[in-house]
T-cell receptor, first 113, second 110 residues
């Protein structure tokens, strides 16, 4: 299917476990982003990528790791999950050809117990 | 620190009225401004973008930009219950990155 997908959609994990959230887009957009959305904070940028093998930190990168070996995939890993990382995570993509409009995936609701 | 500020609301308007949503931004270098709509439990989707000072109209939506005042607004005419959502204002922080406000919740009463 065309578009941007995220998996899993829901995840419950325990403190200290490693968790990887997947993001896949079919448009070949250059730019990809990971955000977390918490009540009262809106969308906060965790990491972003301008192209394959090019990633950089956003506003709240601590405790997260990303990679981008292929243009279409941008996984986000929580190395050792903490309760403060309970949130809704959105992946997005964009390109200069779209006027930098960001297209969002459906989100992953992560609960860390 | 670059910021986009919005009133969290909720903003409540009767059906058929004009809803006015506002935001301010701190980075004078921002050139592009976006309004995203987010229904409860869903992902944000773009409804308007504006680059130039003045007004931009698209159907029932009008975006307004005043760079001198660092102010962006969204007007929704003939508001419908289906417009009830959270509206996120966003500004570019250089090229392809954007910073989002926390959003304003809009409730349109039937």
């Amino acid at each position: 299917d065309a578009g941007i997908t995220q998996s899993p959609r829901y995840k419950i994990t325990e403190t200290g476990r490693q968790v990887t959230l997947m993001c896949h887009q079919t448009w070949s957009h250059s730019y990809m982003f990971w955000y977390r959305q918490d009540l009262g904070h809106g969308l906060r940028l965790i990491y972003y990528s301008a192209a394959a093998d090019i990633t950089d930190k956003g506003e709240v990168p601590d405790g997260y790791v990303v990679s981008r070996s292929k243009t279409e995939n941008f996984p986000l890993t929580l190395e050792s999950a903490t309760r403060s990382q309970t949130s809704v995570y959105f992946c997005a993509s964009s390109d200069s050809g779209t006027g930098y409009e960001q297209y969002f995936g459906p989100g992953t609701r992560l609960t860390v117990t | 620190q670059k910021e986009v500020e919005q009133n969290s609301g909720p903003l409540s308007v009767p059906e058929g009225a004009i809803a006015s949503l506002n935001c301010t931004y701190s980075d004078r270098g921002s050139q592009s401004f976006f309004w995203y709509r987010q229904y409860s439990g869903k992902s944000p989707e773009l409804i308007m973008f504006i680059y130039s000072n003045g007004d931009k109209e698209d159907g029932r939506f009008t975006a307004q930009l005043n760079k001198a005042s660092q102010y962006v607004s969204l007007l929704i005419r003939d508001s419908q219950p289906s417009d009830s959502a959270t509206y996120l204002c966003a500004a570019d922080t250089g090229g392809f990155k954007t910073i989002f406000g926390a959003g304003t919740r809009l409730f349109v009463k039937a």
